[in-house]
């Protein structure tokens, strides 16, 4: 897969999110996406993403994992919705930090999919282990093809 693909299926996704209300309020942002990878980022603010212990709420890492794992999803073209989602919070985060997501296709079936999706801070401390179910809703008819 050239470079040039990946830079067309990182701009369709980029376009197909960006009408995701949840998406836009947590400030999440597509840093790199291929086929059967993406990697999600997103800055912690205080006013967004924390609890009142001044850390990231866990259902705001809960939002970027499953995020991450549903762009993956795209990436092969399935349309999804989560069916089953399992979370290890290991390490959390504070405001001004970013979460980095990586989510990485483990089965990719016809009915359902099985994606995981690590969360890691800035200098690379594991925050979060999670892998989830989806169920294969449909297509994306008009993925760009490499």
Same mark, same amino acid.
């Given at each position: ?5 990946? %830079? ?14 949840? =998406? ?22 205080? %006013? ?18 499953? !995020? ?6 795209? !990436?092969?073209?399935?349309? =999804?919705? !989560?069916?089953?989602?399992n979370m290890n919070y290991i390490k959390n985060i504070g405001p001004g930090e970013t979460a980095i997501a990586v989510g990485r ?30 169920? =294969? ?10």
């Amino acid at each position: 897969m050239g470079e040039d693909y990946s %830079q067309r299926l990182k701009e369709y996704i980029e376009k197909t999110y960006e009408i995701n209300a949840l =998406v836009n309020l947590l400030d999440m942002k597509i840093k790199d996406i291929e086929m059967g990878k993406a990697i999600l980022t997103m800055k912690i603010s205080a %006013q967004k993403h924390t609890n009142l212990y001044k850390v990231v709420h866990g259902g705001a890492l809960a939002s970027l994992a499953d !995020t991450v794992m549903g762009v993956v999803c795209a !990436t092969v073209g399935k349309r =999804v919705i !989560t069916l089953d989602m399992n979370m290890n919070y290991i390490k959390n985060i504070g405001p001004g930090e970013t979460a980095i997501a990586v989510g990485r296709i483990l089965h990719n079936g016809n009915k359902t999919m099985v994606v995981e999706a690590e969360l890691f801070n800035e200098s690379d401390n594991l925050l979060v282990k999670a892998r989830a179910t989806f169920f =294969v809703t449909g297509r994306f008819e008009d993925l760009p093809h490499a």
